[in-house]
């Protein structure tokens, strides 16, 4: 079937960083989250694969089919003696209309916490990254032209000073 009016189904790149807490140990974290939202139901995080801690999960033999989304498969979680069976699922053929999260991987949110993170508190490099992002989307002539007007390293400036936009106090140093 396809997500139509009736039954709508979006995919779309999370604005924030995700995490999942399993135990008391984050097992997935991830600035590249997909949020799917699907007709009146909660929106669901689906974390990349390469964002999760696979080695504490065993692939089981129970799948799901969705009309719309295509055949699930599950995993069970074990983690310093807890348990959490079937509590992960992916769609690895995901179905056309939400081919985005094929491969990536959703959790049962009453077994394990799925929450917002702000990137700025846990990410080192965060700050490097939405510069070279912005450094992206400034054309190259703006930059030149910006270069332009500063010094040269003699002490004068590449171009004609810009007009000044606020004037000097008069009377000189207090």
Known sequence: MTPGPDHPITVEPATRRWR???AGHVIADSNRALILREASYPPVV???RED????YMSRTDRQTHCPYKGDAG???????????ENAVWT??????SVGGIAGHLAFYTDQIEVYE?????VNPHHDEEVRAREAEAMPRSEVDEIIQHTDAGDGR??????????SQPDGGVR
């Open 91 to 96: 769609y690895d053929d995901a179905a056309p």
């Open 74 to 84: 599950y995993y069970t979680l074990l983690m310093d003696g807890h348990f959490a």
């Open 52 to 55: 999760v801690a696979m080695e």
């Open 157 to 166: 400036s590449q171009r004609e000073h810009w007009e000044p936009n606020v």
């Open 117 to 121: 993170v702000d990137d700025a508190a």
């Open 20 to 22: 999942a807490l399993f």
């Open 46 to 48: 689906y974390f990349p």
